[in-house]
């Protein structure tokens, strides 16, 4: 029964989504707990005609493999997603890879962009070479907010949080010095008041006598 209940998810998981997934923050939510790696193409505009094309490919290819998911997205709609797998204006697009939805994805060792002519093929040759293992693997970088620190901006953001700390700390320290300076002389219980008086009275009566004349 645990077979067929697993065989009848991946089932519906395969058939609820789309061929290709375009990806956005609410489909990533979808992959969220799929176990099937992503092969993610980033292309330069996903409005763009070649675009288009390309995602008619990626169909043809999703259809014959079903163990994966496909997915992709325009750096110009989310560039800051495209940044973590390494992907920029900089470097020749389509860049297609493996990711496994978390930390990891990999790259296949001679194909790590797609060219203009017959990228029906280059994907083919693309898939043969993941499944053969040609890969190499890679770690998605630090979310953005994490590199924040590494600019000039983030250095004097730390230095101001850093000196209103500090003068945090040392308004605390004044305060409980100036509190112990303040703080009233104990005075001693009406007990011990007492106590000292009879003292008193007992070491004068005890006392050398006077000397009569």
Known sequence: ???????????????????????????????????????????ADENEDQTQNLIKLLKAA???????????????????????????EKMKLPKIIVW???????SVIGIESLNNEDQGSQISQFLEGYRQGRTEKKTVKAPLFMGFFNSVVGIVAFFIIFIVVAMMIL??????????????????????????????????????GKKED
């Open 1 to 43: 029964f645990n077979h067929a209940g697993e065989f009848l998810e991946d089932f519906i998981k395969q058939n609820f989504l789309p061929p290709v997934v375009p990806l956005n923050h609410e489909t990533l939510k979808l992959l969220k707990d799929e176990k099937r790696k992503i092969v993610l193409t980033i292309t």
């Open 62 to 88: 999703a259809s014959t493999n079903r163990d994966l998911v496909f997915g992709y997205f325009g750096l110009k709609q989310w560039e800051d997603f495209a940044d973590k797998f390494e992907a920029n």
């Open 171 to 208: 308004m605390v320290v004044l305060l409980i010095i100036i509190s112990k300076d303040n703080e009233p002389v104990r005075v001693g219980s009406r007990e011990e008041v007492d106590r000292a008086d009879n003292s008193e009275a007992e070491s004068s009566q005890h006392g050398p």
């Open 100 to 106: 496994d939805g978390d930390e990891d994805y990999f």
